[in-house]
Structures are given as C-alpha cells and as structure tokens.
C-alpha cells in the first residue's frame, strides 16, 4: 500500500504551511547533496572514522556541571569529551565558536588558562529571530568566569588575523550549514598553535550515529589538505568530530551495538535567577 494515504495531507501541508514545507524539502536537498559530495570526492559513504572515546579519555570519570538539558546545548558526553581534551591543555588557550548560555565554557574554563568565547550580541540576536528568552540567557554561565574573554561577532565575518597561530584548542558550534561551517573550519585551521593543537565539530553527527552531511561536507571542504584531513575522526558516544594531533585507532563500528556503558549520576539544582518572561 506505501505511503499514498499522506500525499493529501502533505498536499494540504503545501498550501497552508508553504514555508515549512519549503525549508524541510531545502534541508533535505541540502543533506542528499552533501552526501553525494562527500562520497564522490572523498570516499566517506559511512562518514568518518570514529576513534573511542575511551582512547582519548582513559578511564574516564569526571562531573559535568552546568547542564541544562534543554534544546540548544551540547550532549553530556560531548561536555566530558571537551574536558578531557582541555586537560592536555592546564596553561593553554582555548577558543569557542557558538557561545550562547555558557554551559561549555563554564565546564572547560576552571582546566585552561584562558577561554575566549565568540557569539552573537544581543542585537544580532534579536535580528536573526531569538525570543526574548534566549536573548536574556546569553552568557548566563559564562558571564563571571574570570579567564573569559568574551568576542560579539558573527564567526563568518570577524577577522580572526590577530589570533592567527595562538589557539591550543578551537571548538566550532556556531552555523551548522555547509557554507558556515566551511568558513568555520578554515578559520578553526589558521588558529591553531602548533601540532599538539586540536579542534573539536559540534554536530558532526545528527545522532550518535548518524552523520550531519552538510557539517561533514563544511569540515573535510574547509580543512587544508588530505594530510589534514586524515586526521579528522568522529569521536564514539559523542555527536563529535575531532583533528587530532596524535595516531590513533579508528574504524567504522557496527551500528547498534555497544562496547562501553556509563554510570550517570543525576544531582539537579534549582537555578536562583530572573525570568522576566
């Protein structure tokens, strides 16, 4: 029988929402087209290689604090990822595309020297459409960290030039579309400081195993090179990727099945501040 049943709602859809049915059918074109791209030019079908988790974080057991669980942040393993990158890094510099309530930057700032952070002011904010809630919670974990330098501006257009060369690690949250994240990435590049130098891709995966192809497409396009490019890897149990500066083992693990289990211990804690809304 298929799926002939939805073709009057979805033609209903057409006529009375146009603009979602639109910007849905422009997200999918956009996904099946960097796909396409990835496999032809570079032979990445099944995204990339993922490298464990545990590799990178031996033994891992720490405390991510600051979480909200709310739309718009990162997942609890990516948080204990970036923790335990930033402590290769105690007198190191680390810099955030994407900044927005602060929860990242409140969770690597107390590991690293110095923290810059890179978003959208507040009139920014309000042009490209933010509610009036998500305008007041900008900064709200960030705001009084005392190693925080605070940058508002659009990451496609700043010249980054006088930072060129001084970054120990650059995670890259800002646009999720392919052309941002091209500029992003060839931005990311020319941050960084020497070959102990890292960068970290949120959304690299729409799921933990699923890939994002228009972030993928935007990560291998804006890296410099094939031998750059070698050692991007999709970090396991995460929604990362990763240019590391070390050999490490990685492959294509089969969907579905699990190699590890974590403990979560839950603690919530009411948040004392002002919601005028």
Known sequence: MGNWHLAAPFLRLCLTKPKRVLKALFRFTMEEICHDHVVRQYGLGNGLPTVDLLDLAPGLDDTVTHYTWLDGTSHVSDFALLRALAKRFPQGRYIEFGSWRGESLANVAPLVKEVIAMSFSAADMKRIGASDAAVRAAHLFSK???????????????????????????????????????????????????????????????????????????ILDGAPDDAHRKRIFHVSNTLCAVYLPEAVQAGWPETGWPTKTFDVHLLAKILHTTNHG
């Open 144 to 218: 009084d960290l005392p190693n925080l330098r605070r940058i508002e501006h659009n990451t496609q257009t700043y010249d980054f030039s006088a930072l060129h060369g001084t970054c120990d690690m650059v995670f890259v949250d800002a646009d999720h579309q392919y052309p941002g994240v091209t500029t992003d990435t060839r931005n990311a590049f020319k941050l960084l400081k020497d070959e102990k130098s890292i960068i970290v891709w949120h959304d690299y995966g729409a799921s933990y195993e699923t890939v994002n192809w228009q972030v993928l497409r935007g």
